[in-house]
């Protein structure tokens, strides 16, 4: 219930401002049409690296968002006041639950402007997709939020970030990108789901305990 | 003591080393398919074991540390994540040269030489961002983390590389099958414990350097008082 | 010596020479900096016990 209340209270906090929001969206389409001038791609080679292009996108995205999520909380000493009156995990689920719906968010928005850039139709295999985007998301997510806590106190949080990020999501990038391309190109493959689940599991356990460490100090 | 430990396991690995060149260059037969350039395993096989030694030694560190905030288990994560980044170097460079010469090209996103990649740069990371952190206790704890973090990692990048990478052109996995002639097995087994010795030696000197930047830590913090 | 033996000698020289520069490299880097961790130790020391008198 605490994990709620605080997913709860990042999305409001992030709704008055929608700052993340804004620039992942506008950095997402920024991207692609950055792609569009580097590579000056045919159909097929353009679906030959959909699912790549999109989850690069994603991943990019997803690491502006992760970025503010324990960040936030340091003006003011909130993190100190949230560790002494909840529990280490649920601070960590809630804001983890906040990251991923936002994420989300810039991955559905995003898409139909990817589609609509690159002529690619993407409705025939929107709930397959949806599945991986949940689940890809969620490691994205999940990942990002641990390194976030990680690196809240650290010089140069915002470059030190990706370069610990991007690494450790590369498995679930590798699995996600394979099977959005399956997707795209009309041949559902989901075969890796099990990868992204196990991805999923791992993390989620490993962060659950380990946050206790990272955040009573 | 702790000198004469580091010196007696460099000196023994450097005596090992040298025998094990003349076996190497002078002793065992040419391999009949790849000419000389074959004998560049025996340096590039043991390397990967040693890194990998050596990075199991830092998650076990990294735990130890977390249980019982001893900073010595701390001291001796970062040794051995160094000193593995280090050999894990050693590998790759050695793994692109041969792959020069057998395939034509430096390097081949195979499935094994993308995956030992990806722990270099794990690990990479990992040194990245202890310097950064300023509080020692914290830098500990969240290293630790991080080393945890980067070990679960490696099972599944090896799966999701298995899983997709079909391009796999890196020879079989020779030590597990058999396929290694006998005659080849003592300068590949005695290439290991060189490198481990002298991985050790090189820990050695590493956490001899944490503990002395403990002290100055703490001198400072009293000349600071005083 | 046929040219292929040779260009692999040469590259068999390439592969030792890289995995020895690592590692000299790095234990280069590793007296250095104990040298400086010393340096820096022994003169705290002395600046403490000055401090003391």
């Keep these: 219930m605490a994990a709620l209340a605080i997913a709860g209270k990042d999305l409001r906090t992030e709704w008055r401002t929608r700052e993340s929001l804004n620039s992942a969206v506008s950095f997402a389409l920024v991207i692609l049409v950055l792609f569009s001038f580097a590579f000056d791609l045919d159909r097929e080679e353009r679906l030959a690296i959909s699912g790549g292009l999109l989850w690069l996108v994603y991943a990019f995205a997803g690491a502006l968002i992760v970025n503010r999520s324990f960040a936030r909380e340091v003006p003011n000493d909130c993190l100190e006041v949230l560790t002494s009156s909840v529990r280490g995990w649920s601070i960590f689920l809630g804001k983890s639950v906040a990251c991923f719906v936002l994420l989300l968010l810039v991955e559905l928005i995003s898409l139909p402007i990817f589609g609509l850039f690159y002529n690619i139709r993407w409705t025939g295999s929107f709930f397959a997709l949806a599945l991986v985007m949940a689940l890809s998301t969620w490691g994205i997510t999940v990942v990002g939020t641990a390194l976030s806590a990680i690196t809240v106190n650290v010089r140069l949080r915002e470059l030190m970030l990706p370069v610990l990020l991007y690494p450790l999501m590369i498995p679930l990038l590798i699995g996600a990108m394979e099977m959005t391309t399956g997707l795209l190109n009309g041949n559902a493959v989901l075969s890796d789901i099990r990868l992204l689940i196990v991805y999923d599991v791992m993390f989620t356990a490993i962060s659950l305990y380990l946050i206790e460490f990272i955040l009573v100090i | ?226 | 010596m046929s040219p292929v033996d040779i260009t692999n000698l040469h590259f068999l020289f390439f592969g030792y020479s890289a995995a020895w520069i690592v590692m000299i490299g790095f234990v280069f880097l590793l007296v250095t900096r104990s040298r400086r961790i010393d340096r820096e130790l022994s003169r705290l020391k002395s600046l403490v016990e000055d401090k003391e008198k």
């Design chain 2, 1 to 226: 003591m702790r000198e004469k430990i580091i010196y007696s396991l460099g000196i023994l690995g450097t005596i090992l080393l040298v025998y094990n060149f003349y076996n190497i260059f002078l002793v065992i037969p040419i391999d009949a398919l790849q000419g000389a350039i074959y004998r560049i395993i025996f340096i590039h096989v043991p390397a990967a074991i040693t890194a990998f030694s050596f990075y199991g030694v830092a998650v076990v560190a990294s735990i130890a540390f977390l249980v019982r905030k001893n900073f010595w288990w701390d001291s001796l994560a970062v040794s051995a994540v160094e000193v593995g980044t280090m050999f894990t170097l050693v590998n790759l460079a050695t793994g692109s040269i041969w792959g020069r010469v057998e395939w034509g090209i430096w390097w081949a996103w195979d499935a094994r030489m993308t995956s030992q990649l990806m722990c270099f740069l794990l690990y990479l990371g990992y040194l990245l961002m202890r310097p950064a952190i300023a509080e020692p206790q914290q830098r500990g704890i969240m290293s630790a983390v991080l080393a945890i973090f980067a070990a679960a990692d490696i099972p599944i990048v090896v799966m999701a590389i298995r899983l997709h990478n079909v391009r796999t052109q890196h020879p079989g996995p020779v030590l597990e099958t058999g396929g290694l002639a006998p005659v080849y097995w003592p300068p590949f087994l005695i290439g290991i414990v060189c490198f481990l010795l002298l991985g050790s030696a090189m820990i050695l000197v590493r956490l001899h350097q944490e503990s002395s930047h403990r002290e100055i830590d703490s001198l400072r913090r009293e000349l600071h008082a005083i």
